[in-house]
């Protein structure tokens, strides 16, 4: 889905490419390479990326459908790659936070895993 830039993310790009194409790509950068880009904010929109500079906090300020969880998850994803953060799960009580955080945080690493 294009943003309002008309910028697609690269793994919208890369799967809207012809099958052989695909194939010569691969094959030049290599399996891994491909699917780092495809991870990460490859996946991302240009507006769902974080602003420019280092910051420690940012706002998405968007309606259903933006991708706001998913920019989010991205974005906390290369914070704790990057190692040396602290990084909080923030829900209004506990029993929520298992029933709709954890959950959600375990189907994306089964995603990231299992490359879906």
Avoid: C
Avoid at 26 to 35: A, M
Avoid at 36 to 59: D, E, F, H, Y
Avoid at 99 to 112: D, E, F, K, Y
């Amino acid at each position: 889905m294009a943003d309002a830039a008309g910028a697609v993310p690269f793994v919208e790009l890369f799967q809207s490419l012809p099958l052989a194409t695909r194939r010569r790509l691969v094959r030049r950068f290599g399996e891994d390479q491909v699917l780092a880009a495809m991870m990460g904010s490859g996946s991302l929109r240009t507006a769902q990326l974080p602003p420019p500079g280092n910051w420690g906090i940012w706002v998405i300020l968007a309606g259903r459908g933006f991708g706001k969880t998913h920019a989010g998850a991205e974005w906390v994803h290369g914070a704790a790659a990057a190692g040396g953060k602290r990084i909080a799960l923030v829900a209004p009580t506990l029993d929520v936070a298992r029933a709709v955080n954890v959950p959600l945080i375990a189907s994306n690493l089964q995603n990231r895993v299992s490359g879906a």
